[in-house]
């Protein structure tokens, strides 16, 4: 089984930072794509950020500039670092991986149980 944990979802105030990571576990042989969702009440869930294997990254043009997505590979471990935060950016926050279980396979879509943001203005 595959599993993917977050961690790092606070209170925060208007204008702060904080920081989400997200670990995978489990039978895993490769990581392609991982990323942040979020999903605010109401609202369906978006995306927030994503970073390939490689590096590469692309983010939701409300928090370019403010957020950077990073990943250590051999940790399977991604990260949110999130800045000057707003009112706006409260939600729950999912990772998410594209995650080959063996060399042979298809990569799956697997979620994480999410972490609650919280700025207060």
């Known amino acids: 089984q595959v599993q993917l944990v977050e961690s790092g979802g606070d209170l925060v105030q208007s204008g702060g930072s904080l920081s989400v990571s997200c670990v995978a576990s489990g039978r895993i042989a490769s990581i392609r794509n991982m990323g942040w969702y979020r999903q605010a009440p109401g609202k369906e869930r978006e995306l927030v950020a994503r970073?390939?294997?490689?590096?590469?990254?692309n983010y939701a043009d409300s928090v370019k500039g403010r957020f950077t997505i990073s990943r250590d590979n051999a940790k399977k471990l991604v990260t949110l670092q999130m800045n000057r935060l707003n009112p706006e950016d409260t939600a729950v926050y999912y990772c998410?991986?594209?995650?080959?279980?063996?060399?042979?396979?298809?990569?799956?879509?697997?979620w994480g149980q999410g972490t609650q943001v919280t700025v207060s203005s």
């Open positions: 998410n991986a594209e995650i080959l279980q063996t060399t042979w396979d298809l990569a799956r879509n697997y």
């Open positions: 970073i390939t294997s490689g590096g590469e990254t």
